[in-house]
């Protein structure tokens, strides 16, 4: 393994490695943000005790194209492809990723963009689980969640908890046995989006379970938005159950705003502790027959166009995807 910065580029590696220490990864174990490592493919199973492991590197990097096929295991901070931070796109992980806390499918967790990335793995761990990242300080864009999450708090399809989703598709199934559950992401104390994205798959929790967040929690600044999302997955647990939002509790006022979510639930968009404040503006509970018409899609691209022609203001200047038709589905789609 390589320590350090420098550029690693068109390598195929396979093999074991059991490790009780930290920063761990096939191909680095830790560096900075100017080692790039690029078009890489790692055969490589790794069952580690310490932190910070990785498919690709376990901390930190500047991470491209790279592909991860090995099963990955370590504690906290355990990611397909890093186990913490880096700099991560158009990369793809498709094996099983287990730890204690802070797991995802792509990274562990993350104070950097993660950007056209897909997990086709098995994510299993306690707490702050995700199919793309446990945990996103930064930005997720573009990235799509295929297989089931297995977690206990701070569970989502995409991620545990983070800072903003855009663009973001989860397919697979997100079960719970403790709170803060989501589609799309588990819990948000920072503030920030989850906008332009959709869950299609069953969300399963105990407390706080929602069909795009399971929880906008107690902090004073979190004024988070969910803003054009919609979900048909299954939702299911013993209290605090939303459409789109289990529980809103706290200081701060959330919004959401052109999200969606089938009436056949019998759910409401979220649910509110008194002294909380939610705005809900322009978001309904739809029939599954229309979410799969012409008009509803029409509404998505409607937001997705008045929103790109504008300055852009919670998505660092980044555009929303426009959405079309899944052919196999029936329903809306994001166009990558």
């Known amino acids: 393994m390589l320590n350090g910065n420098g550029t690693v580029e068109n390598l195929i590696i396979s093999g074991n490695i059991v490790s009780t220490g930290d920063n761990v990864g096939s191909i680095c174990s830790s560096s900075t943000i100017r080692m790039k490592i690029t078009n890489c493919i790692s055969y490589v199973n790794i069952q580690a005790t310490g932190n910070n492991v990785g498919g690709i590197t376990g901390n930190y990097g500047t991470v491209t194209n790279c592909q991860n096929y090995g099963e990955i295991y370590g504690e906290e901070n355990v990611g397909g492809i890093v186990g913490y931070s880096g700099i991560i796109t158009n990369c793809r992980n498709y094996e099983q990723v287990s730890g204690t806390s802070f797991v995802g499918g792509i990274s562990g967790a993350q104070s950097s963009l993660i950007k056209d990335c897909e997990n086709y793995g098995e994510i299993i761990a306690s707490n702050n689980v995700g199919g793309i990242s446990g945990y996103n300080s930064k930005i997720i864009n573009k990235c799509i969640n295929y297989t089931k999450i297995n977690g206990i708090n701070n569970v989502g399809g995409i991620t545990g908890s983070a800072n903003s989703v855009i663009n973001c598709i989860n397919?697979?199934?997100?079960?719970?046995?403790?709170?803060?559950?989501?589609?799309?992401?588990?819990?948000?104390?920072?503030?920030?989006?989850?906008?332009?994205?959709?869950?299609?798959?069953?969300?399963?929790?105990?407390?706080?379970?929602?069909?795009?967040?399971?929880?906008?929690?107690?902090?004073?600044?979190?004024?988070?938005?969910?803003?054009?999302?919609?979900e048909i997955g299954e939702i299911s647990g013993t209290s605090n159950i939303g459409g789109i939002l289990g529980r809103k509790d706290g200081y701060g006022t959330n919004y959401i705003e052109y999200c969606y979510w089938p009436e056949e639930f019998n759910l409401n968009a979220a649910n509110i502790k008194a002294g909380s404040l939610l705005e809900i503006n322009k978001s309904q509970a739809y029939s599954l027959k229309h979410i799969r018409t012409e008009v509803f899609l029409k509404s998505l691209n409607d937001y997705v166009d008045s929103y790109n022609s504008g300055n852009k203001e919670y998505t660092d200047s980044e555009e929303l995807l426009h959405w079309e038709m899944d052919t196999e589905t029936g329903y809306p789609t994001l166009d990558f």
């Open 171 to 230: 397919n697979g199934e997100v079960e719970s046995s403790g709170s803060d559950v989501g589609g799309i992401i588990g819990s948000s104390t920072s503030g920030k989006v989850i906008i332009n994205s959709y869950n299609s798959a069953t969300i399963q929790g105990n407390e706080n379970v929602g069909g795009i967040m399971g929880h906008a929690a107690y902090t004073q600044n979190n004024m988070s938005k969910i803003i054009n999302c919609y």
